[in-house]
């Protein structure tokens, strides 16, 4: 499609939803069905997928993910597209403005604690609930959704909450639903029904809202599948005449808590918890907005000169729009949209409009907000992502331009050892032959003294010599020659999360033979710390809402 026609309104309605205003993006509207695409299918798919699942020329699609992945946004394995953490700041953004998340995670998490069982904080998208936080339990049976699910409403604890908030017309809105998706099969994050929906299931629901209006809690008895039951109790925002922020669960299995149980011994403490959050949202006041961004979008006609047609600018345009949403700006005018972007206030606009459109943005008077929709550009897939995994397409770009292994390790909780949690090996005829989940002494290794040069006091193994570690502290990197093995040479780095802490180490591995220890810092260390930075700002963008394991 040339460039000029880029702008110009689908002739047919791409969104499933209303007919598409003509001033809609057609390449934005496209963008958004590849995102969610991917996002339904798990975080990956191949380029030929992406055509048949979007029904979208091939030669689209190419450009699409060219430009998404110019972004950061996706990133190629041959004929795979696959979705990078750095999606996530749209969610984040999101998360960031709505602010219950930041404030209210940590009385959920205390709570988990306390009850040994998975809490979960959950706002209203129209007819369904959404995920925007999980404090869950490691038993071997998991019991947790991933943060920006989609759940049907009529099968959760928390539906008929919200419901009780329902209009008339998001009552037909919902009638609507169950027709045309009688088995939930738009819902990918549960189970679809066996059987199609029955009018008795839709008197259950109304009824099931009614006793959650009477009653002040709701409860899931195995609607979402056998043995899983759940409590919830509104979170009630401030100031709003009794209006739900957002709906606190408890989520257990019939194994450790039939739902009579929750009901009598677990709701009283989810009650009690709830109301530190209701003081919580009463008690803090909203944040003073800092500096709004300017001139975000200014970088895509750089990249437009660069690709070429490969491009599409338009898309770029649009999805910045969502980065300009955040902590102090929850709802912003056209105006305030269009000077942090740099976008003229007509493009800006017709962004809007087509975010409306997809059910991404809320006008609101003069302003605009985001919606918990944006949660479906990636968020549930990336919400689960670790470390290894965030760090693995970086080891393997940097394996390619230093022709040297590669690793990633994190320190044992004796803090003796490492172990490896990723690797990329280089194709050498005598290489460093180490797997992953080796355990090497964290001391004799580069990767173990940037581990240990960060340990808090009294927590590291006493090595006898805390010079070595302070010099690693203080240069940033550890070079260890031939300590571990006779012709082994290493070079570390230290991966920071968004604190500060080292949560992990970087090395590169060779034979001493082919890099000298001068080459090692003048070369290799460049190379090693610019993909130590790629790593945390993947790692940073990731774990600010969500909990990344470091193995």
């Known amino acids: 499609m040339p460039e000029s026609q880029e702008g110009a309104a689908p002739p047919a309605d791409e969104s499933g939803q209303r007919d598409v205003p003509e001033e809609a993006v057609t390449p934005l509207i496209r963008g958004i069905t590849v995102l969610r695409e991917l996002t339904e299918a798990g975080g990956t798919l191949s380029l030929s997928g992406l055509e048949r699942a ?14 998404l992945a110019r972004m950061g946004y996706v990133r190629f394995d041959g ?5 990078s953490p750095r999606l996530m700041e749209l969610g984040n953004a999101y998360m960031s403005a709505l602010r219950l998340p930041a404030l209210l995670a940590p009385h959920a998490d205390a709570l988990a604690d306390e009850l040994d069982e998975s809490v979960s904080l959950a706002v209203a998208d129209l007819d369904g609930i959404r995920f925007i936080h999980q404090a869950t339990r490691r038993r071997a049976m998991s019991l947790s959704f991933r943060i920006g699910d989609l759940l049907p409403a009529e099968r959760t604890a928390p539906g008929p909450l919200f419901a ?22 738009s819902f990918t994050a549960v189970p679809p029904r066996r059987y199609g929906a029955e009018a008795r299931d839709d008197e259950t629901f109304a009824r099931r809202t009614q006793e959650a209006s009477a009653n002040g809690w709701s409860l899931d008895e195995q609607l979402i599948e056998p043995g899983l039951v759940a409590i919830s109790v509104p979170v009630r925002a401030p100031g709003t005449d009794g209006r739900i922020a957002c709906v ?20 009283p403490r989810l009650r009690s918890a709830v109301e530190t959050m209701e003081r919580e949202l009463h008690n803090t006041p909203p944040p003073e907005p800092g500096p709004p961004p300017s001139d975000l979008a200014l970088w895509t006609g750089a990249s437009k000169q660069q690709l070429g047609r490969e491009f599409i600018e338009s898309l770029a345009r649009g999805l910045t729009v969502l980065t300009v949403f955040g902590e102090g700006r929850p709802e912003l005018t056209l105006t305030e949209v269009a000077r942090a972007t740099g976008l003229a206030r007509a493009t800006a606009r ?34 689960r992502t670790s470390l290894p995994e965030i760090a693995q397409p970086h080891l393997a770009d940097l394996t390619s331009r230093i022709h040297e292994s590669t690793s990633l390790a994190v320190l044992s909780d004796s803090g003796e050892e490492i172990q490896y949690t990723a690797r990329v090996a280089t194709s050498r005829v005598m290489s460093v ?13 580069a990767l173990g003294r940037v581990l240990l040069a960060d340990a808090p006091a009294g927590t590291a193994p006493n090595t006898g010599d805390e010079g070595v570690l302070a010099s690693v502290r203080s240069q940033g990197y550890a070079l260890v020659d031939e300590e571990l093995e006779e012709g082994l040479r290493s070079l570390a780095v230290p991966i920071r999360d968004r604190s500060g802490r080292v949560v992990a180490a970087l090395n590169a591995a ?21 993909t130590a930075t790629r790593i945390q700002t993947d790692l940073h963008t990731a774990s600010r809402f969500t909990r990344v394991p470091a193995s």
């Open 350 to 383: 017709r962004a809007l409009i087509t975010y409306e459109h997809l059910g991404l943005v809320a006008p609101t008077g003069r302003t605009f907000t985001l919606t918990p929709r944006v949660l479906s550009l990636g968020f549930p897939p990336l919400s």
């Open 510 to 530: 060779m034979h001493a033979s082919r890099h000298t220890l001068k080459e090692c810092v003048t070369d290799l260390l460049p190379e090693l710390t610019t």
């Open 248 to 267: 606190a669960s408890v989520v257990s299995h019939t194994s450790r808590h039939t739902a009579h149980h929750l009901r009598t011994t677990l709701l």
């Open 164 to 185: 009780t908030e329902w209009t008339a017309t998001d009552w037909q809105r919902w009638r609507h639903r169950r027709a045309s998706d009688p088995r939930d099969l």
């Open 79 to 83: 004929r795979d597209v696959h979705l």
């Open 433 to 445: 032959n180490i797997t992953v989940g080796t355990r090497l002494p964290a001391y004799a290794t």
């Open 54 to 67: 979007t029904g979208l020329a091939r030669s689209t699609v190419d450009r699409i993910t060219a430009t």
